[in-house]
């Protein structure tokens, strides 16, 4: 199964390339062709403080003002034309821009593109990616039947206007790399990362390309054999260090409402919660990361709207915590993983390959979990463990890799009580022995079926932002409202997020004995807890971890999206294997 990955990726029929390519991509792609993939092929994006300046630098030219005759119409004009944000296309090229500004006279025009930033001091007066932006924009202009001699780059900051002649050697060469970039995207590989290069850091799209950690697990050495792998296996000397080139936190956070009867609605770019007693509360639109609903929490039509415009998803529960589903906007443009995502569910051997790593992942965190954090742990469990966990990396079946994580299972919670302080007033209150759900019937497992459901939601919104079908997985069968993929993921991170939050809420008095109430034999926790308990739940998310492969520290939500999109790269053949988070 080594191999498997990169045959399932060129086994995918060639993509189909626009007719029209866009004069601002044969920039993206003369910088770096990875990056315009992403961006175009992908069509992901993702903001930073250039790309908000760079809108606000075009905020004047992206109005449309003054008029552009067509050529044949502007032979005998003697008046200056000055037009901006002009929308053209050049059919026979295959090229298509909107161009900032064009000034001129009669046919003879200029092109003029705005950037932000100061003129660099360089010998042509700007670098080749603008330079062929702009002569892309004068080559669509000549194929309009107008004539251009030369173009200007008006750098914002040192509000300076630089000419670039629309030269022989130039013009060569954007055809050149025009030729090259439909070539490259007709097939279905995605171009390699840059290596250590200096453009990675301020390129906003860093966190989704992962240049370093891709280049790093490519020099991994490979698996002793198929489907078997250590997650700590050596990397080369010569490896380079990974730089942290992604944020270690989220800005944004999370909106939990949970009071019964409560409406959200919108006031400008901020959601207003208004429940049925007690003051309204206010969450800015831009500083919200999701919203979770619990309950008979009712959501407004313009602040749904307003949520999925922000790229918001929006979460429901029932009252007791039962992940039901997510509202989003449209599906992530990348469909192209997701044909590989199907195309490894069915195939058996690739599934169980993934499936392999989760399960001995997760086994073996729960290990960690025991050793770090319960009090004479029995060395036969432990050793328990560690078997089971080599077990599943040579499983040859799913059905014989369920036994085995149920067998881990079993070992793991006979002994999660060890790690839980016992009140000596109420030695009783959180009493465990064993796992059960729906309904929990006492403390401790409702405490875990709610932080497992909060980390479903967290990897089911991770997945589709991503670009993943959350529903369908590799290890988890399909079932009808399931986020399949979700639980796959989840499983290494169980013991890591869920456990941890869970063991720390108790240890430390977050929630009490009191919080807790019953019907019916279920067991359920009340409002005031269940607030608690999210804090504590996004406490531990926020905290700083380092990773075990890359060795720079990041939160554990940032981890999420990293292990999302490395599962990505390996589906697409980047990647030997997909590295399980396991903690030492």
């Given at each position: ?6 045959s ?7 993509l ?12 993206e ?20 403080a ?32 000055s ?6 296309s ?6 298509v ?19 932000r ?10 670098w ?46 954007t055809?050149?790399?025009l ?10 590989v ?29 020099v ?21 260090e ?13 909106l939990y ?51 999925i ?20 906007g449209?599906?992530h ?22 499936a392999r790593?989760f ?36 499983c ?18 006979e002994?999660?009580?060890?790690m ?12 465990f ?17 709610l932080?497992?459901?909060l980390l479903?939601?967290?990897l ?12 369908l ?22 013991p ?32 005031a ?8 739940y996004?406490?531990?998310?926020d905290e ?8 720079y520290r ?9 292990q ?10 980047e ?10």
């Open positions: 199964m080594a191999n498997a990955n990169v399932t990726s060129t086994a995918l029929s060639q189909d390339v626009p007719e029209l390519v866009p004069a601002r991509m044969l920039n792609f003369a910088y770096c062709p990875r990056l315009s993939w992403l961006e175009w092929v992908q069509g992901d994006f993702a903001d930073s250039d790309t908000v300046d760079g809108r606000r630098v075009h905020r004047r030219v992206d109005q449309e003002g003054g008029a552009l005759p067509a050529a044949e119409d502007a032979v005998d004009l003697e008046r200056p034309v037009a901006r944000s002009v929308y053209l050049a059919p026979k090229l295959g090229l821009a909107k161009i900032d500004l064009v000034e001129g006279q009669g046919v003879e025009v200029t092109p003029i593109d705005y950037k930033g100061q003129a660099p001091d360089v010998p042509d007066g700007a080749e990616p603008e330079r062929v932006q702009i002569c892309a924009q004068a080559l669509i202009l000549e194929e309009n039947g107008y004539k251009c001699a030369s173009g200007v780059l008006y750098f914002a900051e040192s509000r300076r206007r630089v000419a670039i002649p629309i030269s022989a050697e130039l013009r060569a060469r055809l050149d790399l030729a090259t970039m439909r070539e490259t995207f007709a097939g279905s995605i171009p390699p990362p840059l290596e250590d290069s200096p453009k990675c850091p301020r390129c906003s799209l860093v966190g989704i390309c992962l240049p370093d950690e891709v280049n790093l697990l490519r991994r050495r490979p698996p002793k054999r198929v489907g078997v792998a250590d997650a700590g296996e050596a990397v080369p000397s010569n490896a380079p990974p730089r942290r080139l992604l944020a270690a936190r989220d800005d944004a956070l999370p409402v949970q009071a019964n009867g409560a409406r959200i609605g919108k006031s400008g770019d901020e959601l207003v919660v208004t429940p049925r007693e007690g003051p309204k509360q206010t969450a800015r639109l831009g500083q919200t990361s999701h919203i979770a609903l619990f309950g008979n929490v009712q959501m407004s039509t313009q602040a749904i709207q307003a949520a415009g922000h790229g918001i998803p929006i979460t429901y529960y029932s009252y007791g915590g039962w992940f039901y589903g997510v509202t989003t449209m599906m443009k990348n469909v192209e993983l997701r044909r590989l995502q199907y195309r490894t569910a069915d195939d058996r051997e690739a599934s169980l390959t993934l790593r399960v001995a992942t997760k086994i073996r965190n729960t290990r960690t979990m025991l050793r770090r954090n319960a009090s004479e742990v029995p060395q036969h469990a432990l050793e328990s463990l560690r078997g089971f966990a080599e077990d599943a990396l040579v040859t079946a799913a059905e014989s890799l369920l036994g085995i994580e149920g067998s881990a299972a079993r070992v793991y919670f002994h999660f009580p060890r839980l302080k016992v009140d000596k007033d109420r030695p009783m209150a959180f009493d022995e064993g796992r059960n759900r729906r309904p929990p019937r006492d403390p401790v497992n409702a405490l875990l079926s932080a497992y459901s479903a939601k967290d089911a919104i991770t997945l589709q932002t991503v670009g993943f079908d959350p529903y997985g590799f290890y988890h069968q399909p079932r009808y409202g399931r986020p399949a993929l979700a639980l796959d993921m989840m499983e290494e991170f169980r890591l997020v869920a456990d941890s939050v869970v063991i720390g809420a108790i240890n430390t008095g977050v929630v009490r004995p009191d919080d807790f109430g019953g019907r019916g034999g279920a067991v359920f926790l009340s409002d807890g269940r607030v608690r308990f999210l804090r504590a996004e406490r531990r998310m700083l971890v380092t990773h075990p492969v890359f060795g990041i939160s554990y939500r940032r981890v999420l999206e990293v999302a999109r490395l599962l990505g790269r390996f589906l697409a053949g990647t030997p294997e997909y590295p399980g988070f396991q903690t030492r």
